[in-house]
Structure formats: structure tokens, C-alpha cells
């Protein structure tokens, strides 16, 4: 299979697993969805694929790999689970704003289309030896999110025990997790409110069979709870839907903003002291030390912009939120048009030219053996179904994808409807804007 149709299969079978989280097709009322969240790296692709036995996005080093909400479901007892991963909100490439704007769009387009969360599993790295501040601002976040007075169905699950630790590395990781999980200002908030605590791992074995079990062990646990009482809509569905409010005057909105004033601020300090010493040393100093300061400097004015450009995303309200994402769904989908395109006349060049030379050869009478013409007409009939393949995956690609990218001008008046119409009418459009962020790695 050639990469273009790769990525499509994907993006199709991508496009069929969220929808149902959206809403946009019908889910079983026994169907349970959990969020999965974590600050990046902390092994929430994993933890999900392990569950569910199929491949996930995984990131690599630094980089954060999940850029978007995504879905992934699995059979436990005659139920489907759907396992929500997201992005962590200390994203090496996008800022917490863009991040909550993700969540919003999701939440508040499954919430209105009937979808309920029915829990969450907070995954922290235990091999963590300090509560950064993006662990910090994970944490903010996901208490904004939630809202809950109670947490009986939130569990926190410690991941990346190690295999084999001596025993001084032991208790330092025992401590650690009874300090992490006590003091409120961490894991303490939850745990006081009934959130339970898992290791997950705890042998740090990379047996996968193992991982699997220890992750559906916890996914369990939480479906054993929601049998009992199934938690509040999240606070950040019912502002964002039933107040209609802006993300900024959102709780989560308010938590990420205090953050970006300060981020702000602090680019606009060293915008303005590379400006200071560039001016004194304009003069006095070489060339290349001055390209190095005027370097530095357009890289405050880009962190500076896109401050800016957060504090406009938090005027937005879902309908805006979802405007945005289409936006860039649109952009996606044309250059995957694009691709597809080229793969398709590719394909079909290759194969007029060999039927070509196969009319050739037929007509080369005075050929001895037939077998050199045995052999191409073989390779023109591999030929015809790389072509007809490629052709049948860019017309399912057509057909998935053309409706929503044709929705574009019709959404100002979807958007003027009810809740329900709002969700309705946007939420194929989301699916596939996720969707186009095509992944980075597969495992
Ligand atoms: N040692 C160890 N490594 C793990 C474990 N779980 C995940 N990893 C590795 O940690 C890295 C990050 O894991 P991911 O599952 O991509 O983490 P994530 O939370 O989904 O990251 P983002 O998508 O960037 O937010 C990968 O290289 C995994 O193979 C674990 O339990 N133990
Ligand atoms: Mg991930």
C-alpha cells in the first residue's frame, strides 16, 4: 500500500472512531468514555494502547506527539469502553490556550450531542522528581476542567515504575508517591475528594502482555464505579455550552490566562532588554554578536505574537472554537487532495506506459518466446490494481471527507441554531479537523 492511501486508510478509520465520541453516530447507552490526561510524556498513548491492543500515536522524546483529541475504543464484558486521549497542556508546540480550545471544542460538541464522560484516569510519571510547573499547570487545568464536588470517578495512576529498583530507589519513589498523593496542593486535592490512586506498572516491565493487564485492571475499576454513580457533566461543558461562555470567562480559561499574562509579560521584559543592549552594542561590537542578538530578538517577537494571538483565542466561544478548527481542516484536506491527486495520475501514467510497451511487444512478431511478453503483461495487471486501488481510496476520501469540507460556508447559519443543532451540525466538521492532524508515529 502506497503512503497516500496509508494516511487515508488512517484518516478514515480515525474519522469512524471519533464520531461516536462527538455524536455524530449513535453510541450504546452501556458504552462508557473516560478521558485519559497527563502532562506529555507521561504515557497516556501507551497506557491506551495497551488497553485497547491497537496502535496508537506515541510520542518521541521532548516532543509532544498527540496534537489532538482522539478516540480509541476496545470490548471489556460485553461493553465498549472508549478511551479519550488528549494532549497535555505542556505541549512542546502549542500553548495551553490552543490546547483548552481543543478540549472545549470536544467536550462541548459530545456533551451537546448527548455523549457523557464517565470518568477520568490522570496518569503522572512517578520517575518525576519534582512537581514542575508543568505538572503544576496540569494540574490547575484539570480541576478547572472537571469542576467536580466529588472525584469517586477519577483515578490517579502512576506510571513509569521502574524494573528493579535498588532499595534506597524504593523508598525515594515511596516518599515521593505519599507526598505527591497527600499534600493538596498536588494529587491531595483529588484523593480528599474520592479520587483513587493505582500503580500502574509497578513492575516496570515492558511485557506488553503485562502493561495491557495492569491498564485494563485500572479501566476496571472505573468502569465498576461509574456502575454506581456517573459523575457531573464537566464544568467546562456546561460553561461552554450552557452558559455560552467565552473560553477566557471559562474556569479552565481564567487558570490559563493568569498564566499567559505572565508569559506575556516576561517576553515583552526580554523583548525589551535585547532591544536596550542592541542599541548600546549597535556601535561597539562585531557583527555576528549583533546577528545573535537580533536572532533572540525575533524569536520574543514571535513568542510575543502568539501571546497575543492566545488572547484572542480566549474571546472565542464554542461556535468560534469550531469555526477555527474547520479552518484549519480545510487547509489540510486540500493539500491531502493534493497528494492524492499526484499519487492518482502517478499511478495511471505508469500504467499507460506499460500497456504501451505491452502493445509493443504484441505487435514484435518476429519475438522468438512468448515469455518475456508473459512476464510484462504480469506486471501491467499489477500495475492496473495499483491504479484502481489508489482510484477507489482517493474516491472514498472524496466521499468522507467532501461534505464537511463543503459545510465550510453553510456553518454561520448552523451556527445561529440550539445547542443540540450547533454540535450537530459542527461535530463532522471536528472529526475531521482532528483527523487531518495526520499522526507521527504509529506503533
Ligand atoms: N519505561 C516506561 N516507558 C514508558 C511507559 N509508558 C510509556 N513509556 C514511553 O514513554 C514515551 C512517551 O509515551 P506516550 O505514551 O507517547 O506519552 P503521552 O502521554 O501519550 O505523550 P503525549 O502524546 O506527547 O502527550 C514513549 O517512548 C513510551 O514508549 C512505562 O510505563 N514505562
Ligand atoms: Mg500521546
Known sequence: MGDVEYIAELLADQAQRLSMFAGVSKHDQ?????LVVGVTGCGKSTFISRCTGRPVTVGRGLYSCTDSIDVYEFMSNG???HLIDTPGFNDTSRSDIDILGIFASWLGAS?????????????HSIADNRMSGSNMRNLEMIKAICGFTSYANVIIATSMWPTAPTYPEKV????????LLGEERFFGFFTARGARVFRHNEDGSRDITREAASARYIVDQLVQQS?????????????IVDQGKTLGETA???AAAGELYKERKSHEDQLQKLRAEITRRLHKSNDEYIAQLRELEADAEKKLKKARDDRHTLKQKMTDLHKTELRGLGEKMKEMDRLFRKEVSAREEEL???EESLREMRKDLARKSLEPCVEHEKAVGEARERAARVRSAYQRFNDQFRDILMSGPQMDNVMNGAVNGIAAGVT???VAAAVAGVMCTVM
Do not use: C, W
Open 172 to 179: 525515594t519513589l515511596e516518599n515521593r508517591e505519599a507526598k
Open 79 to 81: 461493553r465498549r469502553i
Open 227 to 239: 456502575e454506581l454513580h456517573i459523575p457531573d457533566m464537566l464544568q467546562l461543558q456546561r460553561e
Open 352 to 354: 499507460r506506459e506499460m
Open 428 to 430: 463532522s466538521g471536528i
Open 30 to 34: 452501556n458504552d462508557r468514555f473516560f
Open 252 to 254: 479552565a480559561g481564567i
Open 111 to 123: 456533551y451537546a450531542n448527548g455523549v457523557r464522560i464517565h470518568g477520568l484516569i490522570v496518569l
